[in-house]
């Protein structure tokens, strides 16, 4: 009962069969294959739409490269005070950026919302004392695993625009999160306003497989320097292209993506039906954050399941976590089997009933 | 007949199914899997001492890594001024590093020598005019396919103590230039005082397989920190740990290589034979530089066969390329076949025949 | 009445006539030049103990400089939330570190406390999420007038050393808060634990003159390249040497900061001594906080009296601004007239009596 | 008889008056004063233009962050290969650009032709393994004391147009050169395609002036966050000011610069007059670069001459040095005595006679 995150599995046999393929014969490095030639014209019509496609090798890569994109060294990217680009990369944004500044934005279950913008943007002092802000970055699905519906991204996008801003999606959860919202990709992306996109296949079934997606090109204008100069340049670049080509290939990310949220969706049933839990922030995508009695937590544990606590920043005020109490974070992926679920709501119902 | 480069194949059978096999099941992310604790005990025993590995996804990566571990922001790296890390990784070094300045060294066929290490440092101003040496790095094999003796590189590495530097060694084609000098990995590296290495197994039978192994382990201190921050942490690292594990298992590095190395030989072998042709630089590796008339490449390139023109700055005086003469690269890999060579031999002489 | 800041006036005569002193002759440049070694002798001498000291041209650079040498690229520097090297200077120790982190701490008037520093040790999540902490950055005084005592500054010494940070004081008030604390140089700095200082001259009677100075001698290895690297070794830097010179010379910085403190002092009784008025934080060095009336201060203003409104957020709880009070900042400086403090005090009675 | 640098003299009288009338009063901080709203005034008159005009501490900072304004952190910049931003400014240029990379082109005496340009793009790889060439950095005067006409610079600026690169002039001696070429600013800049520029007044009269002046003022955009994030936005930036307002007032630049160049005529016309002397090259600006017997410069210097030997790597091939001789560099300045050049005219007159 393994729930930890979902990059602790391989790849789907379809995209793992997908490499295996893809490994014979001579192919021009560094992109100049087949491969990346098709997941190109695949995404185009994904997100129908024209566009630049990057491939790299890790979601961290993905987004401050594409961090970098958009603000410049002497600016500030704002994000939620919580977001996986401030908290979880150790300083890549920073890095990559070229020593920018990152400012953190409260909100609820991760995300952040205009009002929040305009609160900051009042507060600025003017002047040169603080670098401009020139992004904003928000992650789809959150930390707390709650997905923007396009409204609210169109409303940020609105936000933000007047201050000359760009507008970052981080997407490491991105199929789980489309799923979620039920809209198309264009929709979810540049109908909404997102410039660039960061594509994660690799929590989604692939092995390693990473994506900086441009839909304001002019943004990738040197950027092919700015990705090989990053280290992210692979010679045999058809290792990534043909795992996104298997999972672009028949919806089979959706297949996979709906898989997970499914299995979520049953842990949140399963758990909420039991006395003593509730959940910190709705399930919308393959993560579920319960609140539960920390004893109940020790049963689990000693009965094998494995998740991580979470950080209760983000709740709302009338959420918050008692002194008796945890919050936890459990994530599925496209493996997580049924009965892991019910194996886990099985002994939490125990535990419940004493 | 495909001489571009070692790195337009994909990985070898057995590298491949070792990717297959690892796919399966759990494991726990960013390298706490146990690949990647194999490799580490499989790299100890490969280099006969203890050492700090640090797997990454690009030979761009290892190195730029690398030289930020030897060399501070405000520091200078030298190299060979043609080598990989000044002409060929647009500006990567420099931008891990922090905005370190690399000067390039004169030497033939790539190589430095102690004496340019001398006259480099008895040029220098003194004051704060320059940014401080802190590194040299030299690649094994060089950009033109020579290989350093271990004498070479402890002289290199007594040349440059005195004053404090720390030595780098490119080995993206380390196994071929192992095979080349014929002595063990130990020797060629740490007992010849290389403090850290950048080992490729990408142009040696791997999809994506690179590794920055520490020596001197004090400069690994913080380096995961560095890696993550330059987004090389892989979440399914057991990607590149199973690659890495088989290359290492029972010699099949050593397999693939002396393949290579045979069939650069055979080429070499092969073209030195025919009339108006000669090697710009002695064949040592996987690698193979005649100097021929314009018009027999122009007659081997409608024939079908692909390589490159290559920097003739680096060859001895008295070996220059006359105006009418060509030199050109090509590159054998595990999976050249003897018909290959065989077949460009074959045109060349029937050009020379006239 | 101009109470803006304490860099709004010239240099104080004495220093004045040191510059004009100091113009004649030849003098070596880049500080090799008798006024640069006569001042790093008078600060051995003020500190008591042997040191290190660059020269600089302004507070920013020297923070960001000194920054720098506590901290990697790859590292976290901690300071308070609303420090001067978070809020004020536009990124550039993010910048002069190289892409490092700045994380803030909360604290009462902007000063950190050990438990602070012990609160967020604990929250760290380990592994390599975040990058690691290296330094601890406080001002003397801080940006809401308060002073660390020695004892203090002891205190948080030693809570970071078990975590390996180094100690950075920001000191553009130095001369202050040192005269507020009433204790020697060498008890506010080295002895208290402090590894690099940030001295200024130019608030307190300098018209451009700033020092970094280290302590612990091991970091100002090689910092003579990196302050020359960022643009900050000035040719003719007898400039600034000669203005130490004369701010050093026979306590003339205890004559400037004694009378700026003293201004404020009269400025804070003359202020508290009015119905409606009270402090935010209390009053130690040469700026007074009032909170008070909203209509007060337009009163004030259109009197000619000026000043900065100030942030809340580092108040006592017990201390909140109400909606309709106004918190101040008064800077007052070595030239500021007792009238002008009177003038101030009469106007805001004046108001209060209606 | 000092003849080092013209950075070893203080401030003209008539400026360091003006420093000591700006002490007074209060003025607006970080360049919100009096001072710097004139010389803006000043210096669009003196350039007969529209600009951008930002004031800074160091010429190394100048030309750092006027580097940084055109060329971004993943790009190239060309220069000359013995310029000072490559090899005297300890890698200022770098850390400011960001860790972009600097390339020097061959070229007599410290200039660039157009042809030089023309080989350097023609010898770039395509592809993605160097960083793209983004500007070209031209000193005049040179580092060998030419300067380049109107009609040159302008066919520089012909070359690089058709790549997208911008032009930045590294005035540190502008003036000088301004005297030498005898054309107007605006001739030798703007109207030759300068796009912005360096302009130094520290080495012709003043303690610590420069300037970084936007003629493409879309490139200045953003300017006044970099410099004060590179820590060069002085609190008293009337300092500065002050200085360049003398400077510029009725044409003192040009009785200052146009003596300097007088001695350096005066010193040149003496020594070529000597048997065993000639010039490395032309004297144009206010230096002089004799080559002559190393024994000549063995008597002068025990007789009291100072002055530097410098790199012959820039000579025409034609001009030499010998084993037995040495080449010179004399610089003069606002302040060099006619009695100061006879004298060492005399003595190496002396020497030669035997």
Not at 43 to 51: I, P, T
Not at 152 to 166: F, N, T
Not at 221 to 244: H, V
Not at 304 to 314: F, I, L, M, P
Request: glycine residues 10%; charged residues 20%; proline residues 5%.
């Amino acid at each position: 009962m393994y729930f930890l995150s979902d990059n602790t599995v391989g790849a789907s046999p379809k995209i793992l069969d997908a490499i295996v393929k893809a490994n014979a014969g001579h192919a021009g490095s560094y992109g100049a294959d087949a491969w990346t030639e098709r997941v190109e014209k695949q995404l185009r019509g994904f997100f129908e739409c024209d566009l630049d496609v990057f491939l790299v090798t890790t979601g961290t890569a993905a987004n401050a490269l594409a961090a970098a994109a958009i603000c410049p060294p002497w600016g500030t990217l704002i994000t939620h005070r919580e977001s996986h680009v401030i908290d979880d990369e150790c300083g890549a944004p920073e890095f990559f950026m070229g020593g920018a500044k990152i400012v953190g934005l409260p909100g609820i279950g991760g995300k952040i919302t205009p009002e929040a913008v305009h609160a900051h943007f009042e507060a600025e002092p003017g002047g040169t004392r603080r670098p401009p802000i020139k992004g904003l970055s928000i992650a789809q699905g959150t930390e707390f695993g709650l997905a923007y519906s396009p409204q609210e991204i169109a409303a940020l996008s609105a936000a933000i625009r007047p201050h000359g801003l760009k507008l970052h999606m981080d997407g490491a959860r991105f199929s789980n999160a489309l799923i979620a919202q039920g809209c198309s990709p264009a929709e979810m992306t540049w109908k909404s306003g997102v410039d660039v996109l960061s594509l994660g296949g690799t929590k989604n079934g692939c092995l390693m497989a990473e994506a900086v997606i441009f839909f304001d090109r002019t943004l990738a204008e040197d950027f092919r320097f700015r990705r090989k100069r990053g280290g992210q340049t692979l010679s045999k670049q058809r290792l990534i292209a043909a795992q996104f080509e298997a999972f672009l290939d028949q919806d089979h990310w959706r297949e996979l993506a709906s898989h997970a949220n499914a299995m979520a969706r049953r842990l949140a049933d399963g758990l909420t039906g039991i006395p003593g839990i509730r959940l910190g922030w709705a399930q919308q995508i393959n993560e579920v954050f319960p609140i539960m009695p920390r004893a109940m937590w020790g049963y689990l544990t000693a009965q094998g399941v494995k998740c991580y606590d979470w950080s209760e920043t983000s709740l709302a005020p009338e959420n918050a976590v008692a002194p008796d109490e945890v919050i936890l974070r459990f994530v599925t992926s496209f493996e997580t089997h049924a009965d892991e679920i019910d194996g886990v709501v099985a002994r939490a119902r125990d535990f419940a009933k004493g």
